[in-house]
């Protein structure tokens, strides 16, 4: 009998290039397709769509010890993209379900929306943008990026990437990770480690490249954001949950923080409309790795994984 290989990712099941390669590589298989229609798949309704499946491309999709307990034929799930953050991996170890993960697939594409976020803010190109188009010509070119003092928060691919692009553009690197990166710090010219506190009390741009677990859930508290000094901004393409948003609101509007980056939200797609229309806030729909390049690769690459692991 054929396997079935459920295709959930919402990027995947509706780019016509992947869902191609996706029937050429298991063409030995059954293939069910999520609804275009729907946008996330949870729960029961994820379970029901999940249970005859042997292996499984996800994206966002909460994969639980109740949706697996129900899914029995399930041998692998593929990640589509680099979070896990919605996975149990206890749960998965104790059913037998293998994760199959493709570490910084997207870091080039996120890298570089990072720093679209930066200048954005630092050369006040979205608040002119939006002044023009209320026919209001508003001169005002703001600060020069390269020379800033930045740091990066988490040094994984993504955060080393990102230091590499500021490293050539003169700005000093101050380097936040639990692992010790002073290798990586001497490969640049202008980097070093240092503790998250000296970091936020020091840096024009804090800019946060971590992923979501236990420890990292609420990281930039009201507390630590206070650390950060009124005219230095902040930039958010990693994950909503990392930074209490409500304190980050507050501190824009009493002027305690310069600008705002943000690209994720803590309860993806609702978003705090208040906080996305003030003036210092450049925000965007969770969209740093989703250049079509990275969706190719993305995509081609959980596709590969599950064939390869399920020997399709």
């Not at 396997?3 to 063409?27: C, D, G, H, K």
């Not at 593929?78 to 994760?99: P, R």
Request: charged share 15%; hydrophobic share 45%; proline share 4%.
């Amino acid at each position: 009998m054929k396997p079935t290989i459920a295709l959930v990712a919402r990027t995947v099941t509706r780019s016509p290039e992947l869902l191609s390669l996706a029937q050429s590589r298991f063409a030995a298989a059954h293939i069910k397709v999520a609804p275009r229609e729907a946008d996330f798949l949870d729960g029961q309704e994820l379970a029901h769509f999940l249970r005859p499946a042997s292996g499984a491309i996800i994206g966002r999709e909460v994969i639980s010890a109740a949706v697996l307990q129900q899914c029995p034929n399930l041998k692998a799930i593929a990640m589509y993209g680099v979070g896990t953050d919605n996975i149990d991996f206890l749960a998965c170890q104790k059913n037998g379900v293998q994760v199959l993960e493709s570490p910084g697939v997207n870091a080039d594409a996120a890298a570089e929306f990072t720093l679209g976020l930066m200048i954005s803010l630092c050369r006040n190109i979205c608040l002119t943008n939006a002044a023009m188009r209320q026919g209001q010509w508003q001169k005002n070119g703001g600060t020069q990026l390269s020379g800033k003092t930045v740091a990066i928060i988490g040094v994984g691919a993504i955060g080393q990437r990102v230091a590499r692009h500021l490293d050539l553009m003169g700005c000093h690197l101050l380097l936040v990770d639990l692992r010790d990166v002073t290798d990586f710090a001497h490969q640049l010219t202008h980097a070093q480690q240092i503790s998250l506190e000296q970091a936020l009390a020091t840096a024009d741009i804090v800019s946060l490249h971590m992923p979501l677990n236990s420890t990292t859930r609420g990281y930039l508290s009201a507390e630590r954001l206070a650390i950060m000094a009124p005219q230095s901004w902040l930039i958010n393409a990693a994950r909503g949950e990392l930074v209490d948003l409500s304190a980050a609101k507050k501190r824009l509007q009493s002027n305690e923080l310069a600008g705002l980056g943000v690209d994720v939200y803590p309860n993806e797609p609702h978003f705090d409309q208040e906080l996305v229309q003030l003036p210092q806030v450049v925000a965007t729909p969770h969209i740093a790795g989703n250049a079509r390049e990275a969706v190719h690769a993305a995509g081609s690459a959980a596709i590969s994984k599950l064939a390869e692991f399920l020997q399709l």
